[in-house]
């Protein structure tokens, strides 16, 4: 009987010991994931504060979400969407092809997107495009289809431009106050709209008269028929500035078009296109 309550001691105090030292278990705040609030790397509309649109990504555990690229800074947060916002489809990243996921728009990708004014997918300065904002003029100006101009915003666009060492590509049709622009030298700007409202094209700052005229198209194998205008303004005499103020359809390109205004006129000037 002795060696038996002997070996149930024995028995009893080993499995204290081993109680005493097995690992704690974790606690369910330990275990315990953080809160999925979207779906992992889907991406969805944004707007800031400054009304500008963007678009941000849920990280990979779907907890949270990226910055609102590209306007969100500290000085510029994102805000609620209206209600008539939450309306908008989630955006749809583009295809990589294979498996892999779809590669996140960049600056220098020669695509334009949201908030870019240009994308020529190089660094080159003064080129019409430098860090996908409009830098100087385009060689592309001096044709069909133009120089490309993306607006997001109701924020003015300043173009520096120079009429002269091109050659006389255009002429409108029908006159403009009895000018047509055919022996002088001018400019074209593919401006493209991202949201429907006024387009205002106003030149300044000229050492020559100009005036200015929009079309639908801008075909370069046109030559040397006129551009069949839909809308033109030769109201200054002199070097005075033109100023004209046309519908824009959302993500429809207009055609603008600064000319010599009589004689040889050409020299310098400002555009500035601003979207109402």
Known sequence: MTSARALLAAVALALAGASAFAPL?????????????????????????DRAEGSKVCNADGSAYSKCEPCETDDNPEIPLEEDDGSRPPITPRDAGGDGPAPKPSCGDKIVQQGEQCDDGNATAADGCNACKIDGEAASAKTCPGMPVHLWD????????????????????????GLTGSTTQDRVYAVTPHVAGTLKIATSGANFNNFIYVADTCDATAYPAPIKHTACANASSGVGGET????????????VFVDGAGGTGSGNYTLTLTLQ
């Open 154 to 177: 109701a924020v003015p666009l300043a173009i520096a431009g120079t009429i002269g060492g091109s050659t006389n590509n255009f002429s409108a049709s029908p006159s403009c106050n």
């Open 25 to 49: 278990g974790c606690s369910a705040s330990a275990d315990a994931k953080p809160d999925r609030i979207c779906t992992p790397d889907k991406e969805v509309f944004c707007r800031c504060r």
């Open 244 to 255: 004209l103020s046309v519908p824009a359809t959302a993500d429809k390109t207009i055609y």
